[in-house]
């Protein structure tokens, strides 16, 4: 409300830089997975469609596990030790979006909010949404709370900030959600069958 309609515009460059970035390194994930898994992109894909279809519905990496358990069953083999182990582990700790996410955000609100930030600031925002993104739940928006929160904090950028990242976190999210899931299959990707009966 203190900001007024002018904020319109700024939100919606907002939305449109984190989706684009988020769907860059996506689209990094399938050569890497294709490359060092040693499959196609296309069966890649393909291992990965169901999951990312859960999470785009969803907006939730825990619900789209059961789809992701499938596509790994069907596309690169049935192999316990990925899908009993190497996903829901991935699922509950591995979070590609949130280096991202949880660091474009508050850079967007200091921009706003005309908070000047050095570069020892932003370098430390950025070494701190590494270190939690084991942190973050598999729920719709709550990276929000659990990472960008603290990264709001160590800088001085105010919290009311938040409520302004909630409501355009619609969309961003769905990009979010796809992305962990797509890189939690190209982590199941890239072991090696041998590494996965070690595991099971």
């Known amino acids: 409300a203190e900001l007024g309609l002018g ?3 700024p939100v919606a460059y907002y939305v449109a830089v984190l989706c684009g970035l988020v769907v860059v390194v996506g689209l990094a ?12 992109i296309r069966r890649f894909a393909r291992a990965a469609a169901p999951a990312q279809a859960m999470a785009i519905a969803t907006r939730s990496s825990l619900a789209s596990l059961p789809a992701l358990i499938e596509g790994a069953k069907r596309h690169l083999g049935d192999r316990p030790g990925i899908t009993g182990f190497v ?15 949880d660091l474009v955000g508050p850079l967007f609100l ?23 993104r084991f942190s973050n739940p598999g729920i719709p928006s709550a990276g929000l709370f659990v990472v960008t929160a603290p990264v709001m904090l160590i800088v001085g950028l105010p919290l009311d900030g938040i409520a302004l990242l909630v409501a355009a976190d619609a969309i961003p999210d769905i990009f979010n959600t796809t992305i962990n899931v797509t890189g939690d299959m190209a982590v199941a990707a890239m072991i090696e069958p041998g590494a996965s009966v070690a595991i099971a």
Not at 31 to 36: L, N, S
Not at 121 to 130: A, D, E, P
């Open 7 to 9: 904020v319109v515009g």
């Open 29 to 40: 994930l399938y050569p890497v997975a294709a490359i060092v898994g040693r499959m196609s």
């Open 87 to 101: 996903l829901p582990l991935c699922v509950a700790t591995f979070k590609i979006n949130t280096p991202i996410s």
């Open 110 to 132: 200091a921009h706003l909010y005309g908070v000047p930030l050095s570069a020892t600031q932003i370098g430390t925002m950025t070494l701190v949404t590494i270190a939690m």
